[in-house]
């Protein structure tokens, strides 16, 4: 007989907490306990094999850990004192303060981030530093929410065949037994917002993941509301599928990002879009000024603009999403039908040469379009991105493009070993964890004895040794390994012996075995029986990156030779707990990419916060830190070119050889007191200087709070700024070709004096504009032996007399150098408040003297 299949009904079950431990589950659900030693250790005692069992998950723990373990830990004394202490610090971690009178509101966009090891929803660098972003906004309380996807497999889990290739497997996320939750809506319904995509609506859920204070939101298309697959696989892998999911994940995201936080019923008055991949946010934006406002295309892209941030992370051009036109077109026709504006209006948004009509769509200059704040991630950075970015502002010097910069930073209390965390508490303030930024309290690291930080890194090694050797030991039964095999992942490393640490992704510029390029000279250093050195490397490759995989199958080769089995390990399926051992017990941490391609790094700072010294190439962070760290350098502050390869990897060589092997293993009074010295030094200035929590109050100060004034300015006046400003655009736009400078005055001639002043006079037929419409500048430096302004600086010219049509601007200036000086006008308009707030494609006009 048929029979008759109901459609499945599901039900939750949850579990059932003793009465003494009512809390667990509200612990549980906040990722607090990923950086709040106690609520860890909380659920660690609970279970420790279970802890670990469950990949250090605590709400999968509380699904599995039996009725009994829980009766028994809630009648045990022990238990519940530590219950009620994790109790009591995740209260003070969570209250916020009062919600600011002015409704202060950041909405933080990301395309990854990493919390913490149970929710692989990250691949590298960028979604470690969205996590930190997250956490270090929380212990400050500062008014931020996250915007990100929830993916269904996250970035893949790396394993190695028995050739040593790199081999993919994408295991599906239960978000059930994950701490997040779904958002409800005013009926106690799930939450789902639409996007409407060629093919359809798309329905999105929205879930919730606590972060401390802070909330972060992601969103989810694989539900049975999505009938067709390539909707319900938007949101499947992260960086994965072909150029058409990467661009429906970003309009999910940017747009499906907008329409939840309208859903929700928050009202953000800043954006920071963190990369160009939430960028299309800005046209929702647009939509719903123009909707609801009643502002033309152009005041809404003003209105937007405002209240903008964005942060570039890319030091290459080949890291920036582009879309061809015809699948721009696909997209968004429709949304250009809507709100009335010509296609190629929309096109010029993204593009770096709007008269091009083959060029392809850019996220990044989208976003640097539509933005009145823009940073970069390291000093260095900012060059590079000014360089790159160079022509959407041509008439400006390099070093004038309005990309300022923010240095990457690490949250602390996440990557600090719990050991070291110990010795601070015996020997610093007692409230060092709150006073980061207080360089007073660091400077007490100098009365740590030598000794006792020595054997807390020596205990941190012995771990990661450990921890290798098991990991070895499981990959080797994995693929099935001889038996001779199985037995020398038990043995591999030294406790004793001097560590080097490589972990990263293996995009090429990285250069991850540069350190392999002479092999016999390597071996000779590794194999000295005096002072033997070790290597532990880590590290994906992205599934498309041939290249980068390769380099892992180079390295995992070497590994194998019989001499170095036991002298270089190469660690499987890189993620953040693979990272965090190493960068806690390793003794030297090395990064050695191509100059000007590493935006920032963050790896080396989490090993330099544990005790552990860097070598390094003059990139990112350590181009500034360098003089201050107590580590080494490799080459120097001048850019790559392919014949640096071999003379960077004779200068690691050459050191490891003769100053930092050496140095290691000098024993006075068993101490390496030299080393020593250094890795206080590091400390001292490594910890509080690339804190995380320095960076978030430093873009809290220096770009949210600028862009959230302006938005208030904005809204207070109904819009009428927005509609003011586009009405000036238009009015610049319509006479700045007959603004021309005329018979400007000859200037200085022959030889002055430094210190006198030299007066400077610029008249200007400014086409009827009046002078407060323009900005007139002098840019004066040494000349160059090419005729160029070199070491410039800009001082603005007031405007001192009317003659009819023409305005003349001038003051004196004070050379205070000698030699042979310059100087240049230049005549701008004046619509912007701070240069570095200076929109894209805005007109100059220079006249030389």
């Not at 036991?566 to 399926?573: G, S």
């Amino acid at each position: 007989m048929p029979f008759h299949i109901q459609p499945l009904r599901e039900f939750l079950v949850r579990p059932a907490l003793p009465s003494t431990l009512p809390r667990m589950a509200e612990l549980a659900y906040n990722v607090l306990w990923s950086w709040e030693p106690i609520a860890r250790s909380l659920f660690r005692r609970l279970d420790p094999n279970l802890w670990r069992e469950c990949g250090y998950n605590p709400v999968l723990m509380l699904g599995r850990v039996s009725q009994a373990t829980l009766q028994r830990m809630g009648n045990d004394p022990r238990y519940l004192a530590l219950y009620r202490m994790a109790c009591e610090a995740y209260d003070s971690h969570t209250r916020k303060s009062a919600p600011s009178q002015d409704g202060k509101l950041i909405a933080y966009f990301s395309a990854e981030y990493g919390l913490t090891e149970c929710l692989p929803v990250y691949s590298g660098g960028l979604g470690i530093l969205s996590g930190d972003h997250l956490k270090s906004s929380s212990d400050q309380d500062f008014p931020l929410i996250g915007l990100g996807l929830l993916y269904q497999q996250g970035y893949f889990r790396q394993f190695l065949n028995p050739d040593g290739w790199q081999q993919e497997r994408y295991p599906v996320n239960d978000f059930y037994t994950l701490p997040v939750q779904p958002v409800k809506d005013g009926n106690g319904q799930d939450l789902k917002v639409t996007v409407k995509l060629p093919t359809g609506n798309v329905y999105i859920q929205v879930w919730k993941l606590d972060v401390g204070r802070i909330v972060l939101y992601l969103l989810d298309t694989n539900i049975p509301e999505n009938v067709l697959p390539q909707d319900r696989d938007i949101t499947d892998s992260l960086y994965g599928g072909d150029n058409d999911t990467r661009v429906r994940q970003e309009i999910v995201l940017g747009i499906g990002g907008m329409r939840a936080l309208k859903a929700m019923g928050l009202k953000p008055t800043v954006y920071h879009m963190n990369e160009g991949h939430s960028a299309f946010l800005v046209l929702e934006q647009i939509r719903l000024y123009m909707r609801d406002e009643g502002l033309s295309f152009d005041e809404a892209l003003e209105a937007a603009r405002t209240s903008n941030v964005f942060t570039t992370h890319t030091p290459v051009p080949a890291g920036i999403d582009l879309f061809d036109p015809g699948q721009m077109y696909y997209y968004f026709s429709e949304y250009c039908a809507e709100i009335g504006i010509d296609f190629q209006q929309l096109m010029a948004l993204g593009r770096r040469n709007i008269f091009n009509r083959d060029e392809r769509f850019s996220m990044a200059v989208l976003a640097l379009n539509t933005s009145s704040y823009r940073n970069a991630v390291s000093r260095l950075h900012r060059h590079v991105s000014q360089e790159m970015f160079h022509d959407l502002w041509p008439q400006l010097p390099d070093w004038e493009v309005p990309i300022t910069s923010i240095t990457n930073g690490v949250h602390v209390p996440s990557w600090l070993n719990s050991d070291q965390a110990a010795l601070y508490d015996q020997y610093l303030q007692p409230d060092w964890r709150e006073r980061f930024n207080d360089p007073s309290v660091w400077e007490q690291i100098k009365e740590i004895p030598d000794e006792e930080l020595v054997e807390v890194h020596r205990r941190r090694k012995r771990r990661l040794v450990n921890f290798v050797r098991s990991r070895q030991h499981d990959s080797a039964m994995r693929r099935q390994a001889s038996a001779a095999e199985v037995r020398r992942a038990a043995e591999v490393l030294d406790p004793n012996g001097f560590t080097i640490g490589f972990a990263r992704r293996f995009a090429t510029y990285k250069r991850a075995t540069l350190l392999f390029k002479d092999v016999e000279r390597l071996k000779r250093i590794l194999l000295n029986k005096d002072m033997p050195v070790q290597i532990v490397i880590a590290g994906k490759a992205h599934p498309k990156d041939q290249p980068g995989k390769t380099y892992i199958r180079e390295v995992v080769q070497l590994s194998r030779d019989p001499d170095l089995w036991k002298h270089v390990v190469f660690l499987e399926d890189y993620d953040m707990k693979v990272g965090r051992e190493m960068v806690q017990g390793v003794d030297l941490w090395l990064s050695n990419p191509r100059r000007g391609e590493e935006a920032c790094g963050t790896s080396g700072m989490k090993a330099a916060i544990n005790g552990v010294l860097n070598l390094s190439i003059l990139d990112g962070w350590f181009d500034e830190a360098y003089e201050h760290c107590g580590g080494w350098k490799i080459g120097d502050r001048e850019p790559y070119s392919e014949d640096q390869d071999l003379l960077h990897a004779s200068a690691i060589y050459s050191l490891l050889e003769n100053d930092i092997v050496p140095m290691f293993y000098e024993r006075r009074d068993q101490t390496p007191r030299e080393w020593m010295r250094r890795v206080k030094q590091s400390l001292q200035y490594i910890t509080p200087q690339f804190d995380c929590r320095r960076m978030v109050r430093e873009y809290m100060t220096e770009l949210y709070e600028p862009a959230h004034t302006q938005h208030l300015r904005l809204i207070d006046g109904h819009f009428a700024l927005a509609r003011e400003k586009a009405r000036w655009n238009q009015r610049i736009r319509e006479v700045w070709e007959r603004v021309r400078f005329m018979d400007a005055d000859p200037g200085p001639s022959g030889a002055l004096i430094s210190g006198r002043p030299v007066p400077v006079r610029a008249a200007i037929d400014l086409a009827g504009l009046a002078p407060t419409d323009v900005r007139v500048e002098v840019v004066i430096g040494r000349v160059d032996n090419n005729g160029h302004l070199e070491e410039t600086e800009v001082m603005v010219l007031p405007p001192v007399e009317q003659q009819g049509a023409v305005s003349v601007f001038g003051k004196d200036i004070v050379p205070e150098r000698t030699g042979r000086l310059g100087y240049a006008l230049r005549v701008s308009p004046n619509h912007f408040d701070d240069p570095l707030t200076r929109p894209c494609t805005s007109p100059l006009k220079w006249s030389s003297s």
